[in-house]
Structures are given as structure tokens and as C-alpha cells.
């Protein structure tokens, strides 16, 4: 029984003791948390501010694992890297001088059995030379190859004109190439290529 009003007397110590430290704690105007660890869930800037800290750790640890765990590239031997690399000769790539011969714009109406359309096509051909000396060649011989590209371009059809420009177009060039290099003189060069900066049909 002894024992038992000791017990009671440290517990109703104890209760004055906090009585009297509530008192004091409102006497000067410190309050208790209210509630333990809801009180602290509540307040939203430390609860943030914890997240925060905690995502920056797990961040820095998993950065720090990364990095220590990574395996260094393989070394690569003299003989690989003479293997992979591009040869040391470069292939110089040799930019070929163009020249080029324009000629004056044809300028002819259509006719389908001898008999106009009402329809002319307007075409603009220049001849791509082989060499600067054949200019001289070319245009000695100008007014013939001019006389032929307008035979050319008279014996074709209205439909060729108009349905088939493309393939028309590309026979044509065929056709000026083939009747101009016969009328150049063998060893002073050749027309490589024809092609139109005016090609209409209206």
C-alpha cells in the first residue's frame, strides 16, 4: 500500500508541475502545439520545404552512384583509329568552267494542218559548249543552227506542246544537239547540252 500512494503523490507532483508550466507558458504567450505532428502536416511551407531536401538528396545519391559505377569508354588501339579514319589523300573536287551560248528567242504560232490554233509557243534555247574556242565555231554557223531549231520547233504539234511539254521538251533538245554538233567542224569541240530559259506555250 506504501507503494501505491507514492505513485499517487509523483503523479499529483508531476500534474501541479504542469499545471504550473501551462500557466507560465500563457502568461507569456507561448502556445503548445495543438495536436503533435498534425499540427506540423499542416503547416505546408516546412512540409515543402522537407520534400524538397529530401528529392535533392536522392537526387545527389543517385547522381554520385551514376557516376562512380559508369564504366570508362574502351580504349581504342593506334591500328583502329588509322582504320577508322578517312584516308589522307582528299579527292579535290574539280569544278568544270561552264560555257554557254545563248541564242534569241523563238517565237512561233501553232498550226495543225497548216492552219493556226491560236495558240504559239515561246522558247528560249542556249547551247552548252565543250570549250571557250568552239564560240567562234558556233558563231560562224549561227544563222544555220537557228534555221534548224525553227524547223524543229514548226514540224512539232500543237498536242505535242500542250499534253506532252515534258517529253516534247527533252526530244527537242535531243533533236538541236544531234543537227548542231553536224554542223561544227570535227576537233574544234562539241554542244554537250541544251537547255531552255524560256519554255511557254500560251
Do not use: C, W
Amino acid at each position: 500500500m506504501a507503494e501505491d500512494t507514492d505513485t499517487k503523490n509523483t503523479t499529483a507532483d508531476e500534474a501541479a508541475e504542469l499545471e504550473r508550466l501551462l500557466a507560465e507558458a500563457e502568461q507569456t504567450g507561448v502556445k503548445a502545439p495543438a495536436g503533435g505532428l498534425k499540427a506540423l502536416m499542416a503547416n505546408k511551407k516546412l512540409l515543402v520545404m522537407v520534400g524538397l531536401g529530401a528529392l535533392l538528396l536522392i537526387g545527389g545519391i543517385g547522381a554520385g552512384v551514376y557516376f562512380l559505377l559508369k564504366e570508362p569508354p574502351p580504349e581504342v588501339s593506334p591500328e583502329a583509329q588509322k582504320a577508322a579514319a578517312p584516308p589522307a589523300e582528299k579527292k579535290e573536287e574539280v569544278l568544270k568552267k561552264v560555257y554557254v551560248f545563248p541564242l534569241d528567242t523563238f517565237f512561233l504560232p501553232l498550226k495543225e494542218n497548216e492552219h493556226e490554233v491560236g495558240r504559239f509557243v515561246s522558247i528560249t534555247p542556249n547551247l552548252m559548249l565543250s570549250n571557250p574556242t568552239l564560240y567562234k565555231e558556233v558563231t560562224k554557223v549561227k544563222p544555220l543552227i537557228r534555221k534548224n531549231i525553227y524547223n524543229i520547233l514548226r514540224r512539232k504539234s500543237p498536242d505535242e506542246y500542250i499534253n506532252r511539254k515534258t517529253d516534247t521538251e527533252e526530244r527537242i533538245k535531243k533533236e538541236i544537239l544531234t543537227t548542231s554538233n553536224a554542223l561544227l567542224l570535227s576537233g574544234t569541240g562539241t554542244i554537250e547540252d541544251v537547255f531552255f530559259t524560256k519554255f511557254l506555250v500560251k
